[in-house]
């Protein structure tokens, strides 16, 4: 079964930081490039960041600079470190899989998770 479990979303702090962690199994892990997406209520599901089988990452320019995402092939693991967010930032966030290269469009991912909620609020 191909499972994609996001974890470590919550309630923080505008200025604060969290960690988004992506458990991936089921797929070949070195065949994916895994990133993350958000969709805000209301808005578009929008690409945040993605890491590359080769390790190439692609950032949002929303929060280039301040996330960023990390892969640990070893525990089939994404990372996605998230600094100085900000209101706008909150979001349901979602990992996914994308075959061998990294995508922003939602028609190019294979597999989802089922979200992880950051809020961001003082």
């Known amino acids: 079964q191909v499972q994609l479990v996001e974890s470590g979303g919550g309630l923080v702090q505008p200025g604060g930081s969290l960690t988004l962690s992506c458990s991936v199994s089921?797929?070949?892990?070195?065949?994916?490039?895994i990133g993350w997406f958000r969709q805000a209520p209301g808005k578009e599901r929008e690409g945040v960041a993605c890491?590359?089988?080769?390790?190439?990452?692609d950032y949002a320019d929303s929060v280039a600079g301040r996330f960023t995402i990390t892969r640990d092939n070893a525990k089939k693991t994404v990372y996605l470190l998230m600094n100085s967010l900000k209101p706008e930032d909150a979001a349901l966030y979602y990992c996914?899989?994308?075959?061998?290269?990294?995508?922003?469009?939602?028609?190019?991912?294979?597999?989802w998770g089922k979200g992880t909620p950051v809020s961001v609020s003082s």
């Open positions: 890491v590359s089988l080769g390790l190439t990452t």
């Open positions: 089921g797929i070949h892990f070195d065949y994916y490039a």
């Open positions: 996914s899989a994308s075959p061998h290269r990294c995508a922003f469009a939602v028609g190019r991912v294979d597999y």
